[in-house]
């Protein structure tokens, strides 16, 4: 039986596979004209469809927007009850429809035209409503829906979720979109973060900056680590230039070549060339190179490019960020 299950599993993927590849090799040149459309337009794209398609116009639309391309979706009854005034005259809309024949969507564009936005109808059939309704057509070929009964939208709404996607990319490659941008649009998620963020973002710095000067002596340096919670302390001189740092492992390598007493002083215990960084440095970027090294370190001071000591970046600090 799950033999059985395996292979008809494997049959809608091939059916798929097979319409997607059909698609590709009967490309409609119209595309191109689409896509040109957009990019001279001043104004939004608005995505529009019913049902399954409706489904894959909302998602078309969130790809564009988060992609550098300003976009929304329309659904056809709200914009037959109000909606359509969010319409302009320089917008493009995307309006999907394998038959081309559904009232509610055609009911619309009509409207949506003495707007002054421009149509492409995204259709399997070049005679429908939608075609004759559309500025510009783009005939997507359905070779075989995945349902059995070819009747449930599944090898359609592929095709056209991967047209939407491919547009999308297309717009991102010509208007020069790149990791930055799309940061900008995901401050939130784990990605945007790892784009977005720098050490100046979540870096110690002020009050909660452990360091102290070269001469201060051990129940200093030990108050400075502990009261900071950082585990460390920068050792600055008079002008607050990084001449070293202190770690609990420098203490401990000390110990084990000399005699730890009250006298000693941060000099004599700091690291004097410790791996430093940029508050412009990227905090994930920072984090696996922390995490990379032969012997990773867990805290490291954070310098101004003329060595002044500015921050202490902590590894916990950084995972809590959710990098």
Do not use: W
């Not at 412009?280 to 003329?306: F, G, H, W």
């Amino acid at each position: 039986m799950s033999h059985d299950i395996l292979n008809l599993v494997k049959q809608a993927l091939d059916d798929e596979i097979s319409s997607l590849l059909h698609f590709r090799e009967n490309l409609d040149p119209s595309i191109k004209d689409c896509v040109d459309l957009i990019l001279q337009s001043k104004g939004k794209v608005i995505v529009t469809g019913v049902g399954k398609s409706g489904d894959i116009a909302k998602k078309i639309s969130h790809t564009l927007s988060s992609t550098g391309t300003s976009a929304y979706f329309l659904h056809p009854t709200d914009a037959s009850h109000g909606d359509s005034g969010i319409v302009g005259a320089e917008d493009v809309v995307l309006a999907i429809g394998k038959s081309g024949e559904s009232e509610e969507l055609n009911y619309i564009l009509p409207t949506l035209k003495k707007i002054g936005a421009k149509i492409v109808g995204i259709t399997a059939n070049p005679k429908s409503k939608l075609a004759g309704l559309s500025d510009l057509v783009i005939i997507t070929p359905v070779l075989k829906e995945a349902c059995p009964l070819d009747l449930a939208p599944t090898s359609s709404t592929t095709i056209a979720l991967v047209l939407g996607d491919a547009i999308a990319v297309t717009l991102m490659e010509l208007k020069n979109f790149k990791a930055d941008d799309f940061a900008l649009y995901h401050p939130a998620g784990r990605l945007g973060k790892r784009l977005s963020l720098h050490l100046t973002d979540v870096m110690r710095k002020g009050e909660q900056n452990p360091k102290i000067g070269p001469d201060a002596k051990l129940a200093e340096v030990l108050k400075e680590i502990t009261g900071k919670g950082a585990g460390a302390t920068g050792v600055v001189d008079e002008n607050s230039k990084l001449i070293g740092l202190i770690t609990d492992y420098d203490i401990r390598k000390y110990l084990t070549s000399k005699t730890l007493t009250p006298e000693v002083t941060a000099k004599e215990l700091m690291n004097p060339n410790p791996s430093a960084f940029s508050p412009d440095d990227k905090a994930y970027d920072v984090l696996i190179q922390m995490e990379s090294r032969e012997r990773p370190i867990s805290v490291a001071p954070v310098c101004e490019n003329d060595k002044t000591f500015v921050g202490m970046v902590l590894v916990h600090d950084l995972l809590q960020k959710g990098l």
